[in-house]
């Protein structure tokens, strides 16, 4: 079942609250919750803007199903290469959810930020946050089905904290002890922290789709070759910078979003 909030071409029983991009089209485009089902997903934040209206500035339909919660109206869209959800469940408190779908650390204020910028509304509008705005609440909100009251540290703080300061996680810095480490945290959260990393690596050598990401990353820190082992400490730290050095350039890559997006997913 699903309902038409208003109209792709503006026109509705009142005056949209907030101008269209030039041509009057809608900044966003629309993915049907169907073709979406498979997506694992984040929570951003709360917004104090109710659904049906968030729905009428972006031009989308709404579509109804249910959860473990209970009934829940949702939409699936694409905005500035970002795929989001929103959605909000029957006797829940007015107010919007935002998510996005997981895959590397992601600048979640950022990604809100579009938003924001899509419904011409302010950082006011945010309720609470996986960044920090609203966490002195008592509760996190229910739908993000979690029972802390504060939200996880986001994989984006862990991931700046990890770079800066490895030895504080691993103990002594090697290129082994870091794939340890990563390869735990990448399992712990589902694949947050690496999805798509060899994929990306393989691509960037134009060969190695069947070898593992910290093979892959080898052959590009030592373009001449594997260094004989026992490793020396400099060669540990050369090795520990570059594949980190590579995560974060697979992380911009993730941020700048597809260049040859198509409108199937």
């Known amino acids: 079942m699903t309902e038409v909030i208003r109209k792709r071409d503006g026109q509705g029983d009142g005056e949209p609250t907030t101008e269209l991009r030039a041509g009057g089209r809608s900044p966003v485009r629309q993915v049907s919750m169907y073709q979406s089902v498979a997506w694992p997903l984040r929570a951003l934040a709360l917004l104090s803007v109710d659904l049906e209206e968030v729905a009428r500035r972006l031009g989308l339909t709404l579509e109804s199903s249910w959860d473990s919660r209970g009934s829940v109206r949702t939409a699936f869209f694409v905005l500035d290469g970002t795929d989001f959800v929103v959605t909000h469940h029957e006797g829940d408190a007015p107010g919007t959810h935002v998510w996005t779908r997981s895959g590397g650390p992601v600048d979640s204020a950022a990604r809100v930020g579009s938003v924001l910028a899509a419904l011409g509304v302010g950082p006011e509008a945010v309720s609470y946050s996986t960044w920090g705005a609203g966490t002195g609440d008592a509760h996190m909100p229910a739908a993000w089905g979690r029972g802390w009251d504060k939200p996880t540290r986001s994989h984006q703080d862990v991931w700046a904290h990890f770079k800066k300061r490895p030895g504080m996680f691993v103990g002594r810095v090697t290129f082994d002890a870091v794939v340890g480490f990563l390869n735990g945290y990448d399992t712990a959260s589902e694949g947050a922290l690496l999805d798509g990393f060899r994929e990306w690596l393989a691509t960037k050598l134009g060969y190695g789709w069947n ?42 890559h993730l941020a700048d979003g597809p260049k040859d997006r198509t409108e199937t997913v």
């Open 211 to 252: 070898l593992v990401y910290w093979l892959l990353a080898e052959k590009l820190v030592f373009p001449d070759g594997r260094p004989e082992e026992p490793w020396s400490r400099e060669t540990e730290e050369h090795a520990v910078a570059g594949l980190l050095a590579l995560i974060d350039e697979f992380f911009d």
